[in-house]
Structures are given as C-alpha cells and as structure tokens.
C-alpha cells in the first residue's frame, strides 16, 4: 500500500546532541511537511518542501532544519535538541499545495522524541 | 496563538447516538476547513472538508456544519459506532496560505457499545 513511513518510531537523543528523524513516502507526492505536535498540543507546521523547493514558517527556530535528497524521502534535523523539543514530530505529503480533498495531506505515523 | 480551538477535550456518546463535535477559529481569512481523524500509533487521517462558500457537507455518516458569522464548524456523526472512537482534529486554511493547516488541539471521542 502506498504510504508514509517515519523512522523510526521513537528516539531518544541527549540535550545538545544533533538527531535526524526520517520520512519517506510511496506515493509520488510533491510536497513534504513536518508538523511538530507537542503534548495535548496542536499539530504545528515547521516548513514543507514542493519539490526542491524548502519553505520554512516564520516562527520555526533556526534549530531545526531539513533535507529532501529526493522525491521519497526527508529528513528532519534537529542541530542542538533542547528539553522543549520533546514532542510528536509528524511528517506529511500532499500531491500539490493546491486546497481540496483531493490535495488532502496525508500523514505518517509520527516519531517521538524523547531528550534527556 | 491558537487561531482553531477546540475547547472539549473528550466526548463520550453511546452507540447509535449522535456524536457532536465542535471547532471555533478566530481568523476571518480561514475560508476552508478540515476534520481530520487519528487512532492511536497512527497519523492523522482526512476525513471531510468544506469550503466557506458552502454551510454543510455530508459525507455518509458524517457531516460538517459551517457557521461562518459565528466563526464555528461541528462535525456530526450519526449513527456513532465503536470504531468512530479516536482523536479528531479541526483544521483550517486560508487562501492567502493554501496549504498552512492551522490545527486544533483535538477531541478524543469514545463511543461506548
């Protein structure tokens, strides 16, 4: 089945120490997005990739970046993980960036990052 | 600044009963909104969707009310079964940012046998 997959699906790093979590997708998307969902929080966006294209939104910090070496994958860095980034990191594609369920994103199931 | 709210946190209705679940936003410019649905150990899953230009869409056993003056959307679930049990969230849009979701934080609905 075509699919987003996150790995893995829990990680544990140290404070300071740089981590990178993992999407790829088998669905041909042109958009990937990072979502961060901290707890009992709202999903919030980072940035999302059309293509090679990266955008990032206008409050993600600096600390976290991204990289899409291809169409089916990405990755999401974390250079110096403080204590508040703890959370559900949530990846997701869209074929376009165009609205309407049939542009819907589609999710994967999430990693969760522990930092001691 | 939570621009979606959903203000129940849990809901929990008997099977065959109607589910109410409720998202209040607070950005005029949304013009396009969402529900999405999530089990536990999985992503969120689209559910249904509707554009402002319209005030009700119905998809089978579920459908989104829009109530644009009030700045609220519902989704109604009817009739409720078991498997309906799992966190929705609302999300919403705008034009000027198509495909920025702006999430809620989710209600866990139990629908209890």
């Known amino acids: 089945d075509a699919m987003v997959i996150q790995n893995p699906r829990y990680q544990v790093t140290q404070f300071g120490k740089p981590v990178t979590l993992s999407c790829s997708q088998t669905?041909?998307?042109?958009?990937m997005y990072w979502y961060q969902q901290k707890s009992s929080q709202a999903p919030k966006l980072l940035f999302h990739?059309?293509?090679?294209?990266?955008?990032n939104e206008a409050d993600t910090p600096d600390n976290f970046q991204s990289r899409r070496p291809n169409t089916s994958f990405c990755f999401l860095d974390i250079r110096s993980p403080g204590l508040g980034d703890a959370a559900m990191y949530l990846c997701?594609?869209?074929?376009?960036?165009?609205?309407?369920?049939?542009?819907?994103?589609?999710f994967g199931p999430g990693t969760r990052l522990l930092v001691l | 600044d939570q621009q979606v709210k959903q203000n129940s946190p849990s809901l929990s209705v008997q099977e065959g009963r109607i589910s109410i679940l409720n998202c209040d936003y607070t950005?005029?410019?949304?013009?396009?909104f969402l529900w999405y649905k999530k089990y536990p150990a999985e992503g969120p899953t689209f559910l249904i969707s509707i554009s402002s230009i319209k005030d009700k869409n119905e998809d089978g056993r579920f459908t989104v009310f829009l109530n644009k003056s009030a700045k609220h959307l519902s989704l109604h679930i009817v009739p409720s079964q078991p498997g309906d049990s799992a966190v929705y969230f609302c999300?919403?849009?705008?034009?000027?940012?198509?495909?920025?979701?702006?999430f809620g934080k989710g209600t866990s609905l139990l629908v209890t046998p």
């Open positions: 669905l041909n998307h042109n958009v």
């Open positions: 999300a919403a849009s705008s034009s000027n940012s198509g495909y920025a979701l702006n």
């Open positions: 997701a594609t869209s074929r376009h960036l165009d609205r309407g369920p049939e542009e819907t994103q589609y």
């Open positions: 950005n005029s410019m949304f013009d396009y």
């Open positions: 990739y059309y293509d090679k294209d990266f955008n």
